[in-house]
Protein backbone atom coordinates (compact mmCIF):
# COMPACT_ATOMS: atom_id res chain seq x y z
CA UNK A 1 0.00 0.00 0.00
CA UNK A 2 1.34 3.39 -0.35
CA UNK A 3 1.56 5.34 2.13
CA UNK A 4 -0.17 9.02 -0.17
CA UNK A 5 -3.19 10.02 0.35
CA UNK A 6 -5.82 9.85 -1.72
CA UNK A 7 -9.15 11.08 0.61
CA UNK A 8 -9.17 13.33 3.30
CA UNK A 9 -11.69 14.35 5.62
CA UNK A 10 -11.12 17.00 8.13
CA UNK A 11 -14.00 17.63 11.40
CA UNK A 12 -16.49 16.45 8.73
CA UNK A 13 -20.63 16.90 9.93
CA UNK A 14 -23.62 16.65 9.00
CA UNK A 15 -26.90 17.31 10.25
CA UNK A 16 -30.52 16.80 9.57
CA UNK A 17 -32.81 19.28 11.13
CA UNK A 18 -32.20 17.93 14.65
CA UNK A 19 -30.34 14.61 13.75
CA UNK A 20 -26.89 14.76 13.82
CA UNK A 21 -25.92 11.93 11.17
CA UNK A 22 -22.14 12.21 10.90
CA UNK A 23 -20.24 14.36 13.61
CA UNK A 24 -16.91 15.67 13.54
CA UNK A 25 -15.10 12.49 11.33
CA UNK A 26 -11.64 13.18 10.10
CA UNK A 27 -9.83 10.61 8.95
CA UNK A 28 -7.46 9.81 5.81
CA UNK A 29 -7.76 6.98 3.03
CA UNK A 30 -4.22 6.46 1.98
CA UNK A 31 -3.90 5.56 -2.15
CA UNK A 32 -5.00 1.89 -3.28
CA UNK A 33 -6.46 1.01 0.08
CA UNK A 34 -9.51 -0.80 0.88
CA UNK A 35 -11.21 1.44 3.73
CA UNK A 36 -14.47 0.09 5.69
CA UNK A 37 -17.14 1.84 7.52
CA UNK A 38 -18.18 -0.63 9.62
CA UNK A 39 -21.41 0.12 12.09
CA UNK A 40 -25.12 -0.37 12.84
CA UNK A 41 -27.73 0.90 11.54
CA UNK A 42 -28.25 4.64 11.88
CA UNK A 43 -24.62 5.22 12.67
CA UNK A 44 -24.14 7.34 10.20
CA UNK A 45 -21.87 5.50 7.66
CA UNK A 46 -24.22 6.39 4.08
CA UNK A 47 -24.33 9.96 4.90
CA UNK A 48 -20.83 9.70 5.01
CA UNK A 49 -20.13 7.69 1.56
CA UNK A 50 -22.84 10.43 0.18
CA UNK A 51 -20.93 13.56 1.53
CA UNK A 52 -18.01 11.69 -0.51
CA UNK A 53 -19.68 10.80 -3.75
CA UNK A 54 -21.20 14.82 -3.59
CA UNK A 55 -24.71 13.59 -3.14
CA UNK A 56 -25.44 15.32 0.72
CA UNK A 57 -23.71 18.58 1.50
CA UNK A 58 -21.72 18.76 4.51
CA UNK A 59 -22.78 21.37 7.95
CA UNK A 60 -19.01 21.48 8.47
CA UNK A 61 -15.48 20.63 7.78
CA UNK A 62 -13.85 19.14 4.50
CA UNK A 63 -13.01 16.96 2.37
CA UNK A 64 -10.18 16.67 0.32
CA UNK A 65 -9.30 14.02 -3.08
CA UNK A 66 -6.16 13.59 -4.35
CA UNK A 67 -5.33 16.83 -2.49
CA UNK A 68 -8.49 18.90 -3.94
CA UNK A 69 -11.13 20.63 -2.09
CA UNK A 70 -14.24 18.84 -3.10
CA UNK A 71 -16.73 21.73 -1.18
CA UNK A 72 -17.84 22.92 -4.80
CA UNK A 73 -17.16 20.34 -7.22
CA UNK A 74 -20.52 18.29 -8.21
CA UNK A 75 -20.82 15.00 -8.42
CA UNK A 76 -20.53 14.33 -11.67
CA UNK A 77 -17.43 16.06 -12.03
CA UNK A 78 -15.23 14.13 -8.64
CA UNK A 79 -12.80 11.72 -9.19
CA UNK A 80 -15.51 9.45 -7.77
CA UNK A 81 -17.65 6.70 -8.28
CA UNK A 82 -20.28 5.45 -6.53
CA UNK A 83 -21.62 1.22 -6.85
CA UNK A 84 -24.83 0.73 -5.17
CA UNK A 85 -26.01 -1.83 -3.07
CA UNK A 86 -29.05 -2.77 -5.60
CA UNK A 87 -26.44 -2.55 -8.26
CA UNK A 88 -29.34 -0.34 -10.28
CA UNK A 89 -28.39 -1.68 -14.06
CA UNK A 90 -30.43 -0.70 -16.75
CA UNK A 91 -32.80 -3.79 -17.54
CA UNK A 92 -33.22 -2.89 -21.17
CA UNK A 93 -29.31 -2.23 -21.68
CA UNK A 94 -27.26 -5.32 -22.81
CA UNK A 95 -24.13 -6.23 -19.97
CA UNK A 96 -22.00 -4.04 -22.39
CA UNK A 97 -24.33 -1.49 -23.20
CA UNK A 98 -24.62 -0.70 -19.47
CA UNK A 99 -20.90 -1.04 -18.86
CA UNK A 100 -20.40 1.58 -22.02
CA UNK A 101 -23.29 3.77 -20.44
CA UNK A 102 -20.86 6.10 -18.68
CA UNK A 103 -18.09 6.57 -21.67
CA UNK A 104 -20.78 7.61 -23.69
CA UNK A 105 -22.30 10.07 -21.71
CA UNK A 106 -18.77 11.70 -22.02
CA UNK A 107 -18.41 11.44 -25.77
CA UNK A 108 -15.83 9.02 -25.76
CA UNK A 109 -15.04 7.27 -29.14
CA UNK A 110 -16.47 4.42 -30.41
CA UNK A 111 -13.11 2.50 -30.75
CA UNK A 112 -12.20 3.88 -27.35
CA UNK A 113 -15.49 2.81 -25.43
CA UNK A 114 -15.16 -0.65 -27.28
CA UNK A 115 -11.38 -1.06 -25.96
CA UNK A 116 -12.47 0.03 -22.32
CA UNK A 117 -15.19 -2.07 -22.19
CA UNK A 118 -13.68 -5.21 -23.37
CA UNK A 119 -10.76 -4.56 -21.08
CA UNK A 120 -13.30 -4.55 -18.10
CA UNK A 121 -15.40 -7.02 -18.73
CA UNK A 122 -12.15 -8.82 -19.33
CA UNK A 123 -10.90 -7.93 -15.74
CA UNK A 124 -14.03 -8.88 -13.98
CA UNK A 125 -14.31 -12.22 -16.02
CA UNK A 126 -17.49 -11.39 -18.00
CA UNK A 127 -16.01 -11.43 -21.63
CA UNK A 128 -18.32 -14.20 -23.09
CA UNK A 129 -21.67 -12.68 -21.41
CA UNK A 130 -21.08 -9.30 -23.26
CA UNK A 131 -24.65 -9.37 -25.09
CA UNK A 132 -26.77 -10.61 -21.94
CA UNK A 133 -29.66 -8.65 -19.79
CA UNK A 134 -29.16 -8.29 -16.54
CA UNK A 135 -32.34 -10.15 -15.47
CA UNK A 136 -30.05 -13.55 -17.51
CA UNK A 137 -27.14 -13.11 -15.08
CA UNK A 138 -26.80 -14.48 -11.72
CA UNK A 139 -26.93 -12.33 -8.34
CA UNK A 140 -23.20 -12.95 -8.83
CA UNK A 141 -22.96 -11.41 -12.53
CA UNK A 142 -24.43 -8.83 -11.88
CA UNK A 143 -22.66 -7.48 -9.18
CA UNK A 144 -19.87 -8.02 -11.64
CA UNK A 145 -21.23 -5.57 -14.00
CA UNK A 146 -22.23 -2.99 -11.69
CA UNK A 147 -18.48 -3.18 -10.58
CA UNK A 148 -17.42 -2.55 -14.34
CA UNK A 149 -19.87 0.12 -15.11
CA UNK A 150 -18.39 1.91 -11.62
CA UNK A 151 -14.57 1.38 -12.61
CA UNK A 152 -14.81 1.30 -16.55
CA UNK A 153 -14.66 5.40 -15.82
CA UNK A 154 -11.23 4.74 -14.21
CA UNK A 155 -12.01 7.06 -10.83
CA UNK A 156 -9.72 7.23 -8.34
CA UNK A 157 -11.76 6.51 -5.84
CA UNK A 158 -14.67 3.42 -5.87
CA UNK A 159 -17.65 3.77 -2.98
CA UNK A 160 -19.42 0.86 -2.22
CA UNK A 161 -22.67 0.21 -0.42
CA UNK A 162 -22.63 -2.97 0.94
CA UNK A 163 -21.22 -4.50 -2.60
CA UNK A 164 -21.66 -7.76 -0.96
CA UNK A 165 -25.06 -7.44 0.53
CA UNK A 166 -27.38 -9.37 -1.86
CA UNK A 167 -25.32 -12.33 -2.49
CA UNK A 168 -25.56 -15.37 -1.05
CA UNK A 169 -22.71 -16.81 1.39
CA UNK A 170 -21.19 -19.30 -0.68
CA UNK A 171 -20.90 -16.63 -3.15
CA UNK A 172 -20.04 -13.91 -0.86
CA UNK A 173 -16.86 -15.87 0.33
CA UNK A 174 -15.78 -16.56 -3.34
CA UNK A 175 -17.01 -13.06 -4.28
CA UNK A 176 -14.64 -10.69 -1.43
CA UNK A 177 -11.53 -12.61 -2.78
CA UNK A 178 -12.21 -11.46 -6.72
CA UNK A 179 -13.49 -8.23 -5.15
CA UNK A 180 -9.82 -8.15 -3.38
CA UNK A 181 -7.51 -9.37 -5.92
CA UNK A 182 -9.45 -7.21 -9.09
CA UNK A 183 -8.82 -3.89 -6.41
CA UNK A 184 -4.83 -5.38 -6.27
CA UNK A 185 -5.04 -4.93 -9.89
CA UNK A 186 -6.80 -1.59 -10.68
CA UNK A 187 -4.64 0.28 -7.83
CA UNK A 188 -7.92 2.17 -7.31
CA UNK A 189 -8.88 3.31 -4.05
CA UNK A 190 -12.20 1.37 -2.48
CA UNK A 191 -14.43 3.10 0.26
CA UNK A 192 -16.95 0.10 1.39
CA UNK A 193 -19.99 0.88 3.91
CA UNK A 194 -21.04 -2.80 5.30
CA UNK A 195 -23.03 -3.57 8.71
CA UNK A 196 -21.53 -7.06 8.13
CA UNK A 197 -18.47 -7.47 10.16
CA UNK A 198 -17.19 -10.57 8.67
CA UNK A 199 -17.35 -8.46 5.08
CA UNK A 200 -14.99 -5.49 6.51
CA UNK A 201 -12.66 -7.85 8.11
CA UNK A 202 -12.32 -9.93 4.76
CA UNK A 203 -12.10 -6.69 2.44
CA UNK A 204 -10.62 -4.07 4.37
CA UNK A 205 -6.70 -2.87 4.76
CA UNK A 206 -8.46 -0.96 7.44
CA UNK A 207 -11.48 -0.13 9.17
CA UNK A 208 -13.62 2.76 10.76
CA UNK A 209 -15.62 1.49 13.18
CA UNK A 210 -18.50 4.07 13.69
CA UNK A 211 -21.12 4.48 15.96
CA UNK A 212 -23.71 7.29 16.28
CA UNK A 213 -22.23 9.08 13.79
CA UNK A 214 -18.60 9.34 15.04
CA UNK A 215 -15.75 7.21 14.03
CA UNK A 216 -14.67 5.46 17.51
CA UNK A 217 -11.42 3.56 15.86
CA UNK A 218 -9.36 2.92 13.25
CA UNK A 219 -7.26 0.20 12.58
CA UNK A 220 -6.32 -2.75 10.27
CA UNK A 221 -8.64 -6.08 10.97
CA UNK A 222 -6.33 -7.45 13.33
CA UNK A 223 -5.93 -4.43 15.30
CA UNK A 224 -9.82 -3.71 15.19
CA UNK A 225 -10.70 -7.34 16.66
CA UNK A 226 -7.32 -8.16 18.87
CA UNK A 227 -7.05 -4.62 20.23
CA UNK A 228 -10.79 -2.90 20.34
CA UNK A 229 -10.09 0.51 22.47
CA UNK A 230 -13.67 0.02 24.11
CA UNK A 231 -16.34 -1.73 25.24
CA UNK A 232 -18.80 -0.72 21.98
CA UNK A 233 -15.94 -2.26 19.57
CA UNK A 234 -15.00 -5.25 21.48
CA UNK A 235 -19.00 -5.80 21.80
CA UNK A 236 -19.57 -4.90 18.32
CA UNK A 237 -16.87 -7.08 16.24
CA UNK A 238 -17.36 -10.80 16.87
CA UNK A 239 -18.16 -12.81 20.05
CA UNK A 240 -16.94 -11.36 23.63
CA UNK A 241 -17.06 -12.48 27.31
CA UNK A 242 -16.89 -9.62 29.47
CA UNK A 243 -15.58 -9.58 32.91
CA UNK A 244 -16.45 -6.22 35.24
CA UNK A 245 -14.70 -5.75 38.07
CA UNK A 246 -11.65 -3.75 39.63
CA UNK A 247 -7.82 -3.72 40.26
CA UNK A 248 -7.10 -5.32 43.49
CA UNK A 249 -4.28 -6.28 45.93
CA UNK A 250 -1.13 -6.87 43.78
CA UNK A 251 0.04 -10.26 44.32
CA UNK A 252 3.32 -11.63 43.94
CA UNK A 253 2.67 -12.45 40.60
CA UNK A 254 1.03 -9.22 39.17
CA UNK A 255 -1.82 -7.99 38.99
CA UNK A 256 -5.05 -9.40 39.77
CA UNK A 257 -8.47 -8.46 38.53
CA UNK A 258 -11.82 -8.96 41.08
CA UNK A 259 -14.84 -9.55 39.17
CA UNK A 260 -17.24 -10.79 41.28
CA UNK A 261 -16.06 -14.10 42.78
CA UNK A 262 -13.68 -14.41 40.69
CA UNK A 263 -9.91 -13.39 40.77
CA UNK A 264 -8.36 -13.05 37.03
CA UNK A 265 -4.51 -12.30 36.66
CA UNK A 266 -3.75 -9.49 34.49
CA UNK A 267 -1.48 -9.58 31.66
CA UNK A 268 1.72 -8.25 32.70
CA UNK A 269 2.10 -5.40 30.49
CA UNK A 270 -0.71 -3.72 32.85
CA UNK A 271 -0.06 -0.46 34.94
CA UNK A 272 -3.29 0.50 37.16
CA UNK A 273 -3.53 1.82 40.58
CA UNK A 274 -5.32 -0.59 43.06
CA UNK A 275 -9.66 0.02 42.84
CA UNK A 276 -9.16 0.99 39.46
CA UNK A 277 -12.73 -0.14 37.47
CA UNK A 278 -12.44 -2.06 34.70
CA UNK A 279 -13.49 -4.23 31.72
CA UNK A 280 -11.68 -7.84 30.78
CA UNK A 281 -12.86 -8.81 27.43
CA UNK A 282 -11.99 -12.22 26.24
CA UNK A 283 -12.90 -14.01 23.02
CA UNK A 284 -14.57 -16.97 22.99
CA UNK A 285 -12.15 -18.78 20.68
CA UNK A 286 -9.28 -18.08 23.44
CA UNK A 287 -10.96 -20.26 26.08
CA UNK A 288 -9.60 -23.53 26.59
CA UNK A 289 -12.27 -26.42 27.34
CA UNK A 290 -11.53 -29.54 29.42
CA UNK A 291 -13.00 -31.98 30.82
CA UNK A 292 -12.69 -31.65 34.83
CA UNK A 293 -11.11 -35.14 35.03
CA UNK A 294 -8.73 -34.53 32.32
CA UNK A 295 -7.16 -31.35 35.07
CA UNK A 296 -5.50 -31.05 37.95
CA UNK A 297 -7.89 -29.65 40.59
CA UNK A 298 -5.91 -25.86 41.28
CA UNK A 299 -5.99 -25.51 37.53
CA UNK A 300 -8.02 -22.76 35.56
CA UNK A 301 -12.10 -21.78 36.27
CA UNK A 302 -14.63 -24.71 36.70
CA UNK A 303 -18.11 -24.89 35.44
CA UNK A 304 -20.69 -26.66 33.77
CA UNK A 305 -22.23 -26.74 29.99
CA UNK A 306 -25.36 -25.51 29.62
CA UNK A 307 -25.51 -25.94 25.76
CA UNK A 308 -23.61 -26.77 22.96
CA UNK A 309 -24.68 -25.53 19.74
CA UNK A 310 -23.12 -27.67 16.73
CA UNK A 311 -21.77 -26.03 13.82
CA UNK A 312 -20.01 -28.49 11.86
CA UNK A 313 -16.18 -26.72 11.96
CA UNK A 314 -16.64 -25.68 15.04
CA UNK A 315 -19.29 -25.91 18.23
CA UNK A 316 -20.28 -23.06 20.62
CA UNK A 317 -20.40 -23.93 24.36
CA UNK A 318 -22.28 -21.61 26.46
CA UNK A 319 -20.59 -22.55 30.63
CA UNK A 320 -21.88 -21.62 33.86
CA UNK A 321 -18.82 -21.26 35.77
CA UNK A 322 -19.43 -21.96 39.72
CA UNK A 323 -19.87 -18.69 40.55
CA UNK A 324 -22.89 -18.13 38.05
CA UNK A 325 -21.06 -16.33 35.46
CA UNK A 326 -21.76 -17.07 31.84
CA UNK A 327 -19.18 -17.58 29.46
CA UNK A 328 -19.57 -18.23 25.81
CA UNK A 329 -16.52 -20.90 24.26
CA UNK A 330 -15.99 -21.30 20.78
CA UNK A 331 -14.37 -25.16 19.71
CA UNK A 332 -12.65 -26.05 16.45
CA UNK A 333 -14.16 -29.76 16.25
CA UNK A 334 -11.14 -31.53 14.94
CA UNK A 335 -12.02 -34.52 15.81
CA UNK A 336 -14.92 -36.40 13.99
CA UNK A 337 -16.15 -38.80 16.36
CA UNK A 338 -18.53 -37.11 18.76
CA UNK A 339 -17.92 -39.52 21.87
CA UNK A 340 -14.85 -37.25 21.98
CA UNK A 341 -16.36 -33.94 22.07
CA UNK A 342 -17.54 -32.21 25.38
CA UNK A 343 -21.55 -32.83 26.02
CA UNK A 344 -24.34 -30.65 27.39
CA UNK A 345 -23.80 -30.95 31.42
CA UNK A 346 -20.51 -32.09 31.60
CA UNK A 347 -17.48 -30.37 34.53
CA UNK A 348 -15.18 -28.75 32.84
CA UNK A 349 -12.23 -26.77 33.26
CA UNK A 350 -11.87 -23.06 31.69
CA UNK A 351 -8.56 -21.71 31.07
CA UNK A 352 -7.11 -18.98 28.84
CA UNK A 353 -3.28 -17.00 28.77
CA UNK A 354 -3.53 -14.08 30.55
CA UNK A 355 -2.05 -11.85 27.62
CA UNK A 356 -5.54 -13.02 25.68
CA UNK A 357 -7.47 -10.89 27.56
CA UNK A 358 -7.92 -7.33 26.42
CA UNK A 359 -8.46 -4.87 29.34
CA UNK A 360 -10.72 -1.97 28.56
CA UNK A 361 -11.58 1.07 30.71
CA UNK A 362 -13.41 2.88 28.54
P1 LIG B 1 -28.09 1.92 7.57
O1 LIG B 1 -27.06 0.86 7.69
O2 LIG B 1 -29.36 1.58 8.29
O3 LIG B 1 -28.30 2.40 6.18
P2 LIG B 1 -26.39 4.20 8.16
O4 LIG B 1 -25.29 3.98 9.13
O5 LIG B 1 -26.02 4.20 6.74
O6 LIG B 1 -27.57 3.20 8.44
P3 LIG B 1 -27.37 6.85 7.68
O7 LIG B 1 -28.26 6.48 6.55
O8 LIG B 1 -26.14 7.59 7.35
O9 LIG B 1 -27.03 5.60 8.58
O10 LIG B 1 -28.24 7.73 8.71
C1 LIG B 1 -27.69 8.34 9.88
C2 LIG B 1 -28.80 9.11 10.61
O11 LIG B 1 -29.22 10.22 9.82
C3 LIG B 1 -30.05 8.28 10.86
O12 LIG B 1 -30.55 8.64 12.13
C4 LIG B 1 -30.98 8.70 9.75
O13 LIG B 1 -32.33 8.56 10.17
C5 LIG B 1 -30.60 10.14 9.54
N1 LIG B 1 -30.81 10.57 8.14
C6 LIG B 1 -30.18 10.08 7.05
N2 LIG B 1 -30.58 10.71 5.92
C7 LIG B 1 -31.50 11.63 6.31
C8 LIG B 1 -32.30 12.62 5.63
N3 LIG B 1 -32.20 12.79 4.31
N4 LIG B 1 -33.12 13.37 6.38
C9 LIG B 1 -33.21 13.23 7.71
N5 LIG B 1 -32.49 12.34 8.42
C10 LIG B 1 -31.65 11.54 7.74
Redesign the pocket.
Known sequence: MSLSECVKIESLS?H??E????SDVSLSVGRGEIFCLL????????????MLAGF?RPTAGRILIDGMDMADVPPNRRPVNLMFQSYALFPHMSVFQNVAFGLEQERVSRTEIDRRVREMLDAVKLEGLAGRKPQQLSGGQRQRVALARALVKRPKLLLLDEPLGALDKKLREHTQFELVALQRQLGITFVV?T?DQQEAMSLATRIGV?NQ?RIVQVGTPDEIYESPATRFVADFIGSVNIFEGHIGNSGEGGLIAHCGALQIPLPSRVAMPDGTRLALALRPEKIRLQRQSDTGAQVGQRGTVEEVGYLGESSHYRVRLDDGTPLRVDVVNHRRDASQRIQRAERVTLTWSADDLIVLTD
Not at 19 to 22: G, I, P
Not at 39 to 50: H, P, Q
Open positions: KFATVAVGGSGCGKTTLLREVHMG
